[in-house]
């Protein structure tokens, strides 16, 4: 590989946008989300912090197009050093009596189901010095959180499978507790919430990375 390729899927918007912009000087940026506009503004920004990244705009869930992005990075830079998983669905909370099927579908889909394809797929691009970064939001058995806390729990749950299965051979997985932030889908969780208590995506994009040791 002549760059350092640093996959970044859910760039668009929150956490993956700043952990894409905080390695967009070391590494070069494969953001991947369905938003366009966002991906686009992340371009902006790496690209006046001196960085270059490809932009993906596709739905992770696709597993077709997930296939051809990793065989494009592969064919192109022979592989990649990193992998942050940071997509979602993020529905809004309800009842567990008043589960909204779309949403529920659409929760398992992303959260879930598509690590399915995304493993498999990443696994080979990373090899055995790689490295894939989870992020975990436990509200796994909490009341209203029943599409989200199920699907996001169950999606760290694999990854921990993963992590340890691959002690010994790699890629190293490693999941990552992120404290609350000021985003988006915080604040459709606790809209009321006083945001002045919370964390930036930045300044923990900034800890984590460097908790992990990639920066």
Known sequence: MTETIAIVT?????????????????YHIVAVARTVGGLEDLDDRIKARGGNATLAPMDITNADAMAQLCRSVYDRWGG???????????????PASHID??????????????MGHLIPYMAPLLGTQGRALFFEDNHAG?????????????????????????????????????????TATRQRFFPGEDKSQLASPYAEATRLLAEAGVL
Do not use: C
């Not at 099927?101 to 598509?114: F, H, P, Q, Y």
């Open 101 to 114: 099927i779309k949403d529920w579908n659409r929760s398992v889909d992303t959260n879930l189901g598509a």
């Open 80 to 94: 990649a050093a990193l992998w942050l998983h940071t997509a979602i669905h993020a529905a809004p909370l309800a």
């Open 10 to 26: 859910g760039a668009s918007r929150g956490l993956g946008f700043a952990l894409a912009e905080a390695l967009s000087p070391a």
């Open 142 to 182: 909490e009341k209203f959180y029943a599409h989200y806390g199920t699907t996001k729990s169950a999606q760290i749950a694999l990854a921990r499978s993963w992590a340890g299965e691959s002690v010994k051979t790699g890629p190293r997985v490693d999941v990552l507790a992120p404290r609350p932030m000021h």
